[in-house]
């Protein structure tokens, strides 16, 4: 049905959890995407542990894995109100138990920080952010997943450099999200990576013209590829990678994009 083959089978695919079950399935399958499944605070609403098994097992008998994407609407791991914070812990805990259904390769978290937001109460937050992590921390060792924070609106790297150097573990690390980068950073693509390059574990892949955040196809605006991939092949670092194009017709340009940046920088995606 579909004849082009995968180019990257190592890399991944966003996909939202009820996208995959109920309409891309078979084209899955078909061109081997790892899925990086979506999953909202309906997918945890309306769904059941059986569901997440019928899919996890499909995946499996099909040789392929998956990674996760937790839910990030209104929520915040540092919130100044605790109720909210304790929602925010109670959809990610509930998400690292798919996560663990799944055997995920990793799961990404949004901070929940703007600094314009939390102005004048950075501190609190910090605090706050600190003891919820730490709880998700202990839960993601024993499950054996990898926690990766991924940059959304924070300017730089300040943020996430202070929660790794309090935080030390081989599964908690950074996603570079590098079309976030692009549109809300105040800091540059270099400053990120030497910031935060010994932790960094995953990418998301998107691009954009440095407005607004339109996850278009790799290679397509503004995002400078060709600095990420040589400092990648520069510091011998090679991440999880997932595309993160939101149009169905970018995918596979995408793919094609990132397997010529990897040839050209004698790169190769994750394997697993």
Same mark, same amino acid.
């Given at each position: 049905?579909?004849?082009?083959?995968?180019p990257?089978?190592?890399?991944?695919?966003?996909?939202?959890?009820?996208?995959?079950?109920?309409?891309?399935?078979?084209?899955?399958?078909?061109?081997?995407?790892?899925?990086?499944?979506?999953?909202?605070?309906?997918?945890?609403?309306?769904?059941?542990?059986?569901d997440?098994?019928?899919?996890?097992e499909?995946?499996?008998?099909?040789?392929?894995?998956?990674?996760?994407?937790?839910?990030?609407?209104?929520?915040?791991?540092?919130?100044?109100d605790?109720?909210?914070?304790?929602?925010?812990?109670?959809?990610?805990?509930?998400?690292?138990?798919?996560?663990?259904?799944?055997?995920?390769?990793?799961?990404?978290?949004?901070?929940?920080?703007?600094?314009?937001?939390?102005?004048?109460?950075e501190e609190?937050?910090?605090?706050?952010?600190?003891?919820?992590?730490?709880?998700? =921390? /202990?839960?993601?060792?024993?499950?054996?997943? %990898?926690?990766?924070?991924?940059? *959304?609106?924070?300017?730089?790297? #300040?943020? +996430?450099?202070?929660?790794?150097?309090?935080?030390?573990?081989?599964?908690?690390?950074?996603?570079?999200?590098?079309?976030?980068?692009n549109?809300?950073?105040?800091?540059?693509?270099?400053?990120?990576?030497?910031?935060?390059?010994?932790?960094?574990?995953?990418?998301?892949?998107?691009?954009?013209?440095?407005?607004?955040?339109?996850?278009?196809?790799?290679?397509?605006?503004? =995002? /400078?590829f060709?600095?990420?991939?040589?400092? %990648?092949?520069?510091?011998?670092? *090679?991440?999880?990678?997932?595309? #993160?194009? +939101?149009k169905?017709?970018?995918?596979?340009p995408?793919?094609?994009?990132?397997?010529?940046?990897?040839?050209?920088?004698?790169?190769?995606?994750?394997?697993?």
């Open positions: 049905m579909y004849s082009i083959n995968n990257v089978p190592s890399a991944f695919v966003c996909c939202p959890f009820i996208l995959l079950k109920e309409k891309f399935w078979d084209k899955i399958i078909s061109l081997k995407i790892n899925p990086e499944i979506g999953i909202t605070n309906k997918v945890l609403d309306e769904y059941f542990i059986i997440f098994l019928e899919v996890a499909m995946l499996k008998e099909n040789g392929l894995v998956a990674t996760i994407h937790a839910p990030f609407w209104d929520l915040s791991i540092g919130a100044l605790p109720l909210v914070r304790d929602v925010t812990k109670k959809r990610l805990l509930k998400t690292l138990e798919v996560a663990s259904i799944f055997n995920a390769k990793s799961m990404v978290i949004h901070t929940g920080f703007d600094t314009w937001h939390y102005l004048n109460h609190s937050w910090m605090r706050n952010a600190i003891h919820t992590l730490k709880e998700l =921390v /202990d839960i993601a060792e024993r499950l054996g997943i %990898l926690l990766v924070l991924e940059n *959304v609106f924070e300017p730089g790297p #300040e943020i +996430h450099l202070r929660i790794f150097e309090q935080i030390r573990s081989p599964y908690l690390g950074f996603c570079l999200d590098v079309g976030h980068q549109v809300f950073a105040a800091k540059g693509l270099s400053f990120w990576l030497e910031s935060l390059g010994p932790w960094l574990k995953q990418l998301h892949l998107h691009d954009n013209h440095g407005r607004k955040d339109e996850h278009l196809r790799l290679g397509s605006a503004g =995002v /400078d060709d600095f990420l991939f040589n400092w %990648l092949k520069q510091n011998s670092i *090679v991440p999880i990678m997932t595309v #993160e194009a +939101h169905e017709e970018d995918v596979l995408s793919l094609n994009t990132l397997a010529q940046y990897l040839k050209h920088y004698e790169l190769e995606a994750a394997s697993f």
